[in-house]
């Protein structure tokens, strides 16, 4: 490869990353360091999940405890502030890691090279130890297409990344649909059944807090907002996915056909809520060979 310079120098001193080593000689994989960055997303938003899940097994420890601790109020205002900052911090990642990604979808697509200049700000975000695994780590093929660079590239990888995300996304919400049906259902169950068995009302008073805390959980957790994230890009990925088919159809696409459709379909991933790393390991198989059998 060949060397290149910033700022017109060979080497640029640094306390804790060499930029030139970054942009002479650039070994990282791009791909990798994009799925870095969304890995780095979905732990800090799967800690603000935790935490506020923390806050009710708290409030439920809580109602069948006779001595409170005096400062539970605090502890509880105190996790719910580190659970937005887990939650701010792991949108302003995700804002960087699908920057890049749009990057890579052109960069395949139509051959729009990313610059050393923008990857070396992004590889400022990882420690020396993560930049060291990243150069051993290999990535995998970007899109199926045999195509050429070019506007009819670009649609074809855009009908492959929106019917990935179309299923994904489906998935994830009707897993959200059964998580909240199965909590309400559990719960109107439960308080039921405590008022035809339990007795004592002090028992039933705090079955009653229970059922109330585990059906705000639903909220407190955003599970339903998170439903309707998933099923909105459910349903605007299938419409990228037929835009793209409709004008391959077509025969004829430029360049701007090609961006217009692309830019629909970015601002509707943006907005649309994290997929789970574990939801595509499960799935991911199963959708590759479907798409090479009957969409290549």
Known sequence: MKKQSIGGKESLETNSLSMADISIDFRYNTQIINKALFDRAKVWWGVSSLLKFS?????????????????????????????????LQSEGIKRVAEDLCRKLDFQDSLGWQISTAEMSDIMLKFTNRERKKLLSKEGETYFASNTYPSPRRALENLQESAWFSKHLSRTMAHLCLTSIIILVFVSIFTLLTSIHTIKDYDLLANMGRVVTSSLMLVFSINLI????????????????????????????????DALKAWQEYHIARAQAPLIPTWIWKYKHNTLNELWRKFRT
Do not use: N, Q, W
Request: net charge negative.
């Open 55 to 87: 806050i009710f097994a708290i409030g439920v420890t809580l109602i069948f405890s006779s001595h409170a601790p005096k400062l539970s109020a605090f502890i509880v205002a105190f996790i719910s502030i580190v659970s937005e900052l887990c939650k």
């Open 225 to 256: 907002p998170l439903m309707l994230g998933y099923f909105s890009f459910s349903h605007s990925a299938g419409d990228a996915e037929r835009k793209a088919k409709d004008i391959l159809d077509v025969g004829t696409c430029d360049e701007i």
